[in-house]
């Protein structure tokens, strides 16, 4: 399957020249990505089990990050003040993926005095120069309505909407310096073990950056962020550090539920970008990321502010989402107006569960039993009790 031509394509200087012959830029502002995006690339090129579909797609996508990444730093380069903006005090949604965390960080995008990171601003998050209208949004509409056509199954599991809110993690794969998202898509086994302990200050602070670039962008502050991401769990004190005002929303529902569904997520991703996976392999491999991250976090809460941090059950957001809402407001001193619930509340209802397909997974699907998730998952049970049996404490 694989011959020399992966090689070619996935060249860091070549996919760089590319990316410059595009956007007709060349200021990168640092060469800090150059070891992780070399290091993807040759994990990739190496251990991925792509054929010339998934190398292409790589290469794209690849290049689409770096252009984004030029385009960014062209306006910032231009217009410094853009890191005047505050963007300080977001909404976090956390915990594992399957949580409710999507529906509730849809319901709290449809407010209007709370901004969210659409699917159009993750895909392209620079401006175009000289385009008028501006072609972003379209773009991402061709996006969502190819991945509709040939992956359906990946949009019932995990709907991608051009203008909806979704996970702003993606953005700081620009850094290619991220836990959690190339080496998640991609199997890039000798990836992982670099970036897994590697420090996320930098690609923090690179989000952070390009939230102050879209805050910008939309004309300035006009309330707090909501962001999402299962990534941010295992990496809150680091998230607490770059956003300092921010409060954490940890999402909870049991593992033994949670774990197979993300792999079924994960599995879709990786075949849509020309990957063979072992579906066992795929299994140990997402329950034990998942388990360290909690242990991770564990930790972190013993030395972290808890008036920052709301624990919420799964049952809760499906059955009383509101209710949840009123909780994270209340958590800011703040008080949800009744209209604002009920734009929320059309949203949820506009938008059911099994809207786009219904998600099919099992835990032997993906060499998985109850009892493995949950001796990997033990010190969570230790602190939290059982989800399936008891709420998070």
Sequence with gaps: MHNQQPDVQLAAAALMTAASAEAGLSDFRDDEFHEPLQRFLQSAREEARMGDMGVATLAQDTIRLLTNRLLLQADLTAHPEIVDEDVSDPIVIVGNPRTGTTKLQRMLGAHPRIQSVKLWQILFPGRLPGADPDPRLAMARAFQQQLTEAFPAFMAAHPMVADEPEEEALIAQMTFDRIGAHNWFYRTPTYHDWVKDRDQHAAYGYLREV???????GGGRRGPWVLKSPVHTGNISTLLETFPKATVVHCHRDHVKTV???????????????????????????????????????????????????????????????????RIFAARGQQLDEADGKRMLTWDAENPADKHGVHRYSLEQYGLSAESVHEAFVDYYAHFGRIDAAAAQ
């Design 260 to 326: 197979p569904s993300f792999c079924g997520l994960v599995e879709l991703i990786r075949t849509s970008r020309g990957q063979e996976v072992d579906q066992a392999e795929l299994g140990a491999f997402l329950r034990d990321e998942l388990a360290m991250h909690w242990r991770q976090n564990l930790v972190a809460r013993l030395s972290l502010p808890a008036d920052q941090i709301l624990d919420v059950m799964f049952d809760e957001i499906v059955a009383d989402p509101i209710a949840v809402i009123g």
């Design 211 to 217: 939230l102050q670039h879209l805050q910008w962008q």
